[in-house]
């Protein structure tokens, strides 16, 4: 038998590029504060105009970051 790859290393199929691009704007989306940087608000310019970044995959990664927080302040 082959020694196969532990599952830790197998990539995550939904770690797709609108996946990572709608992570960047719930971020932006979360903290606005951070469009006041020249570097986030051109990101933010490119991102509204990219059609695969969906307000649904954003709102699924708003939830994600707001569960994370959740969780961490039951821990705390």
């Given at each position: 038998m082959e020694n196969q790859a532990?599952?830790?290393?197998?990539?995550r199929s939904?770690?797709?590029?609108?996946w990572r691009k709608a992570r960047i704007c719930a971020r932006l989306v979360l903290y606005p504060e951070l469009l006041q940087r020249p570097r986030y608000?051109?990101?933010a310019a490119a991102l509204v105009s990219d059609a695969s970044v969906t307000n649904r995959l954003i709102g699924q990664a708003v939830a994600h970051f707001k569960g994370k927080l959740h969780q961490r302040n039951l821990t705390a």
């Open positions: 532990p599952s830790r290393m197998m990539p939904y770690y797709t590029g609108p608000a051109r990101i």
